[in-house]
């Protein structure tokens, strides 16, 4: 069904890679595609091996997010000048990106991101940060809800000594901004962390260290002699322990004339010749 395909600038994601979009067939729906890579993985089709074991996700995205790269840079470079879009949306090294404005609803909600000015039957825009922020705040607002429902743990500290903390409001304000941040400038996503009213994370006070003992400078010396361990003193304490009744009896026998066992299993006298 996905027939074109766009990519867009790396400035987006901050990845030094350009990011790989599609349209559907009539260019009304941007999906962005992820791809999950692990090594020594492949496809079994039929009969035949497809090395390349990727599993692409593929899922809708916010057209506004990629149009309003554009409308930032034309904003920078015009110094605040209204333009049309279709002036603004512009790339040479990607010339699928004006697709972008064939999305549905996107001439209607791009007014989430920019001031309009008409002058007869045109549409003129530039880029209002104070918009986009309210805009962006938005969609933290709607992950923060979605997040929720799912009962997704968002917390850095969900599990500290062993004992579940809950997760708070401004861990999940938190966590969406961070989402929201990949799809943004990263200039842009400072000044949304401000306007969050989000304060810096401060690392969690460290557990004090395990007492040391003092060290002395007196010779430690073993509180034990071990010497009553040695081989000698184990041989006599072995002859000295208590015999049973059968030893004791054993013993009392007259043994002479008895060969010992190991003779039965010495090697025979070779005959003389």
């Known amino acids: 069904i996905f027939v074109k ?3 867009h600038k790396p400035d987006f994601f901050s990845t030094g890679e350009a990011t ?8 009304e729906q941007l999906f962005e595609v992820k791809a999950f890579h692990e090594e020594h993985r492949s496809w079994f089709i039929g009969q035949t091996v497809q090395q390349d ?28 000048k209204f333009q049309p ?36 039957s045109q ?43 809950t997760d708070t409001q401004e861990d999940y304000v938190r966590y969406a901004h961070g989402l929201i941040s990949e799809y943004i400038p990263e200039d842009l996503s400072k000044e949304f962390l401000k306007y969050l009213g989000l304060p810096e994370l401060r690392s969690s006070a460290p ?35 208590k015999m049973s009744a059968a030893q004791k009896a054993l013993a009392k026998v007259d043994k002479s004339g008895m060969k010992s066992i190991s003779a039965f299993f010495s090697s025979k006298p070779k005959a003389s010749k």
């Open 5 to 7: 395909a766009c990519k």
């Open 20 to 27: 790989l979009y599609l349209f559907n067939s009539g260019a």
């Open 53 to 80: 074991g990727r599993l692409l996700f593929i899922t809708p995205v916010d057209p506004l997010f990629l149009i309003l790269y554009y409308i930032i840079k034309a904003d920078k470079e015009l110094q605040g």
């Open 85 to 120: 879009l279709d002036q603004v949306v512009l790339d040479s090294e990607y010339p699928s990106c004006p697709l972008l404005l064939k999305c549905a609803d996107v001439k209607q909600y791009i007014q989430h991101v920019t001031e309009e000015k008409e002058i007869g």
């Open 123 to 165: 549409k003129f825009h530039k880029y209002s940060q104070e918009k986009t922020l309210k805009w962006l705040k938005k969609k933290v607002n709607q992950t923060v809800k979605a997040l929720k429902s799912n009962n997704v743990s968002v917390g850095a500290s969900t599990f500290v000594n062993s004992k579940q903390i």
């Open 207 to 241: 557990e004090p260290p395990l007492k040391k003992r003092k060290l002395s400078d007196v010779p430690v010396e073993p509180e034990e002699d071990y010497t009553k361990f040695n081989s000698d003193n184990l041989k006599t304490k072995k002859a000295n322990t």
